[in-house]
C-alpha cells in the first residue's frame, strides 16, 4: 500500500551553490509511505506522519545553511559550539565565509545540493523514525506554481528575532507583485526580480567591514543574536543594503519608497512574499 501527502510543509532555508554563491531557496515538501496495512488498516496514521516529518524539517532544515559536506569547493572548521564554513564559488575565486552556532548549518551528506539529494538526505536520517509496517519511504521537493510573475532568491538573518529567522544566512524564493496607478506593472515587478536575483540583503548597522582580497570588495556582516554571535563575509556584488531590519515588512516599505522615488508619477503598491503565501503590503 501507498501512503502520500502533497504539499505538507515548506523549508526556507539557504544553501552554497558552486555557481551563484548565497542562494536563499524555498522548497515544498511531498511523502509517500510504502508498507503493510497495520491492526488500524493503515501504513501509518497521518497524524505521525505530520508530527515526524513536520518537526524533523522544521528542526533539520527549515531556517538554516544547508552545505554539501562533500564539496571540493567547501572547508569546514568545528570551533566549539560553532561551525566556520568556508566556500569557493564562481569563476572569479569568490568566496563567502561564514560562522554561526551549529544549529544553523545544515551538513548534507552531498557534493552538489540539488531538490534530489537534499532530499536523499532527508530520507537517510528519516527512515528509521517510522514504525516496521514502513517499508519504504520516499520524499521530493517542488517549488511554489507561479504562472510567470516575478521573483527573487534572497538570504539574510534578524538579529532582533527570537526564533530561527537570527540565523545570518537563511532565505526565501519570493514572488513580488506591484501596482502603478492601481494597475499591475510587470515591467517594475521584474526590474526587483533582476535586481535582487540571488541577493544578501544586508541592514547597514550590521556591516562591520569592507574588505578587498585578491581585486574583490568584500562586505563583512557580524551580530550577537539570542543563539549567539554571527559573522558572515561574501562579495559585495551580491549584498544589497538597507538602513533597517530586513523583515519582509521593511522590505517591502523600502521597495514602495524607492519605487516611488523611481515614478514620482505613480502611486505603488506593493505586495512582497517571505517564501509562499505569507508576506506585507506597502504603497507609498
Known sequence: MLLFVDNLTNVDFSFLDPERGLLGETWLANVRLFGELDEQGMVC?????????????????????????????????????????????????????????????????????????VAAWCITQLKQQFPMTVARLELDFTLEAMDGAAYYHYSHG????????????????????????????????????????????????????????????YYQFNYEAQQGPFEIILPARCCYLIDTDSTVEFIAHHIAQKTRQENPEAFIRVKAYEGINKGAIAEA
Open 158 to 217: 534578524l538579529k532582533k528575532h527570537l526564533g530561527n529567522c537570527q540565523r545570518i544566512a537563511h532565505g526565501h524564493r519570493s514572488r513580488i507583485d506591484i501596482w502603478a496607478n492601481g494597475k499591475k506593472s510587470p515591467k517594475l515587478e521584474q526590474r526587483w526580480a533582476d535586481e535582487w536575483k540571488d541577493i544578501y540583503i544586508g541592514t547597514r548597522d550590521d556591516l562591520t567591514d569592507k574588505l578587498q582580497h585578491a581585486g574583490i570588495s
Open 45 to 117: 496514521d497521518f497524524g505521525t506522519v505530520k508530527k515526524v516529518l513536520r518537526h524533523w524539517l522544521d528542526t533539520e532544515l527549515d531556517h538554516r545553511l544547508a552545505v554539501p559536506v562533500h564539496s571540493p569547493n567547501i572547508r569546514i572548521e568545528e570551533d566549539g559550539d560553532f561551525l566556520q564554513i568556508h566556500w569557493q564559488f564562481g569563476n572569479d575565486g569568490e568566496f563567502l565565509s561564514t560562522r554561526s552556532p551549529r544549529d544553523a548549518i545544515a551538513l548534507v551528506d552531498a557534493e552538489i545540493l540539488t531538490q534530489e539529494t
